[in-house]
């Protein structure tokens, strides 16, 4: 398989439709926070700050970008509010809304086979 920064290789997407899809819907996820941010905008629109206090310790440039890409790709929508100070909003779109099921079974499949964490009960 080959990707190139403009795309995928015509050949490829037209010999290979399956593979395509797999690798066009991992593209778009691509990103160590994208899933994580995709599942707390289900179902709730949530403001920039709310993000980055969910996400902890993640840099507000590396936050930027990763809500940039999904903005760009269409998973999600961005509202920012003429208030002082600006109020920005992000929700998902119904294109976002569509990769939901794709994290409810990522989510089965880690409860399933993920390692549960030992506790010290003492």
């Given at each position: 398989m080959r990707v190139c920064n403009e795309g995928f290789d015509k050949e490829f997407i037209n010999e290979k439709s399956d593979m395509y899809a797999i690798a066009f819907t991992q593209n778009v996820l691509s990103g160590r926070w994208k899933y994580?941010?995709?599942?707390?905008?289900?179902?709730e629109t949530r403001r920039y700050t709310d993000i980055k206090k969910f996400?902890?310790?993640?840099s507000q440039g590396s936050l930027t970008n990763q809500l940039k890409e999904l903005e760009n790709d269409g998973i999600i929508k961005r509202e920012v509010?003429?208030?002082?100070?600006?109020?920005?909003?992000?929700?998902?779109?119904?294109?976002?809304?569509?990769?939901?099921p794709?994290?409810?079974?990522?989510?089965?499949?880690?409860?399933?086979?993920?390692?549960?964490?030992?506790f010290d009960e003492g």
């Open positions: 994580f941010i995709l599942w707390f905008l289900k179902g996400l902890g310790g993640l509010y003429p208030e002082v100070p600006p109020r920005v909003e992000y929700s998902l779109t119904d294109k976002g809304i569509k990769l939901l794709i994290l409810e079974k990522m989510t089965d499949f880690g409860k399933e086979y993920g390692e549960k964490p030992e």
